[in-house]
């Protein structure tokens, strides 16, 4: 039975998570071997029992940890009634720099849960859902055209920051702040040139 122990059980439940989230983001779910992940902790292989039933246990923890943190993001990203137009653009722009943040601050949680997992579908479209019902929302604020349908315009989103994250997600600092400008460019301006 998994259980944690103390500080010192804390730290090394860990170092755990983080050598399988790295050696499940590199190698795969199937070619991960618990041997690989504890040797890369720097814990022994009856170390590993103590926190987690299987490699299926901890993996599905690294999931569900991707899952629970992108909903509370989205979740508390919808914009309130009120704003300015100047300021709505500003706000998409921080929600889209939060959210490709965390897409590359952990790197091998993105690739598990956003690319590899079994449920990475339907995580993908609980997060449009999310979207869309945020967009729904700021829509009766005015602040997007009442012909938009806000379900296409989620996938749209959803679309643009998986394959962004895909592509740019080790490019390093500074690069969420460049990807959400080009997203708020093109979402709320789009590729008309100005007149």
Known sequence: MARNKGAKGQESRARLLAAAAEQFAGLGFYETKISSIVAQA????????????????????????????????VTSSRLESGLQPGEVNARVLGVLETLFRFFTEDPHLTRIGLFQAPEAGSIKAELAALIRDNLLEEQRSGYFRSTLDMDVVAQCFVGTLERLTFAYLSEGPGRPEQLAAQVVELFMRGMLPEE
């Open 42 to 73: 720097g814990l022994t292989q009856p170390s590993f029992y103590l926190y987690f039933e299987s490699k299926e246990a901890v993996f599905e923890e690294l999931v569900g940890h991707f899952r629970s943190r992108l909903q509370e993001l």
